[in-house]
């Protein structure tokens, strides 16, 4: 099974400043025939399920605010948030989909300092 | 929408059948997964079934014990769960894939149903 690893396990941003989190994979989760990374990002809300945020490591959901932005290849990938808002508090998740299982990283807490 | 039930609590070594009904989408023009998350931590992938059942896989760790299906006339898939096990205990989320085949693009979740596995 391909590992996900996150760093931070948790961070602390003032609002209106810039997040950033970070996952590696175990393997390389770029798909070469097609030039994409099978990489995800999710956002989990307490008491909610996972939202989407980015797929293929850069692409943005629709809907989803464009001060998140995703970036990286092959097994290492960042998400970005820009001018952190008090709703983005949460935690959030990387996950791969190059195989099966599809797995996630343990997850990164995102609070306000 | 996606709306799981079936959740509760059960001894361990018995069974559970969770069922996930669909609304808002064509159902049959889409895979769905079962993720679970057990209280306060992590998401782990269950298992998954592609649109017409042609495709179907399992986590190691419920290999054997879980079986997945779906009935598309009903927009509905399930997940029965038999020889429970105290780590089995979680969330389980009914999530739909981005296409028909099982490609693990996880683009909507339900609110999930909480099965809890103790004596």
């Known amino acids: 099974d391909i590992v996900m690893t996150q760093s931070p396990d948790s961070l602390a941003v003032s609002l209106g400043e810039r997040a950033s989190i970070n996952c590696k994979s175990s393997?390389?989760?770029?798909?070469?025939?097609?030039?994409?990374?099978?990489l995800a990002w999710y956002q989990q809300k307490p008491g909610q399920p996972p939202k989407v945020l980015i797929y293929w490591a850069s692409a943005r959901e629709s809907g989803v605010p464009a001060r998140f932005s995703g970036s990286g290849s092959g097994t290492d990938f960042t998400l970005t948030i820009n001018s952190l808002q008090a709703e983005d508090v949460a935690i959030y998740y990387c996950q791969q989909y190059y195989g099966t299982p599809p797995t996630f990283g343990q997850g990164t807490t995102l609070e306000i300092k | 929408q996606l709306v799981e039930s079936g959740g509760g609590l059960v001894r361990p070594g018995r069974s559970l059948r969770l069922s996930c009904t669909a609304s808002?989408?064509?159902?049959?023009?889409?895979?769905m997964h079962w993720v679970r998350q057990a209280p306060g931590k992590g998401l782990e992938w269950v298992s998954h079934i592609s649109w017409n059942s042609g495709a179907i896989a399992y986590a190691d760790s419920v290999k054997g014990r879980f079986t997945v299906s779906r009935d598309n006339a009903k927009n509905s898939v399930y997940l029965q769960m038999n020889s429970l096990r105290p780590e089995d205990t979680a969330f389980y989320y009914c999530?739909?894939?981005?296409?028909?085949?099982?490609?693990?693009?996880?683009?909507?979740w339900g609110q999930g149903t909480l099965v809890t596995v103790s004596s």
């Open positions: 999530v739909k894939d981005k296409i028909a085949a099982a490609e693990g693009r996880f683009d909507y």
């Open positions: 808002g989408f064509t159902f049959d023009d889409y895979a």
């Open positions: 393997q390389s989760v770029l798909y070469s025939s097609n030039n994409k990374n099978y």
